[in-house]
Nanobody, 121 residues
């Protein structure tokens, strides 16, 4: 069973920065795409950014130029560097891996438990 564990959330003032991390565990052989989503109260979960194992990235328009997604394939870990944070970035941030190849076969639709990011003065 694949487990994704996020860390790094917290309270930050507008204009500040935070770095989120998400580590995958559970006999992982390979993860192609990993990504970050977020969900604010009363809103649907939305894509923030994704990254493939080859390093190709995709960002939501609302975070382009402010957020940077990266990963360490050897550690099965994905990061989200968030700069110039705005109050509208406040949400629970979730790590996602649509398909994870494990020693016992593929695992689908893995999600972390979420980490709260609050941007407020």
């Amino acid at each position: 069973q694949v487990r994704l564990v996020e860390s790094g959330g917290g309270l930050v003032q507008p204009g500040g920065s935070l770095r989120l991390s998400c580590a995958a565990s559970g006999s992982v052989v390979k993860i192609n795409t990993m990504g970050w989503y977020r969900q604010a109260p009363g809103n649907q979960r939305e894509l923030v950014a994704t990254i493939t194992s080859g390093g190709s990235t995709n960002y939501a328009d609302s975070v382009k130029g402010r957020f940077t997604i990266s990963r360490d394939n050897a550690k099965n870990t994905v990061y989200l560097q968030m700069d110039s944070l705005k109050p509208e970035d406040t949400a629970v941030y979730y790590c996602n891996a649509p398909v994870v190849l494990t020693t016992t076969g593929p695992s689908f639709a893995s999600w972390g438990q979420g980490t709260q990011v609050t941007v407020s003065s």
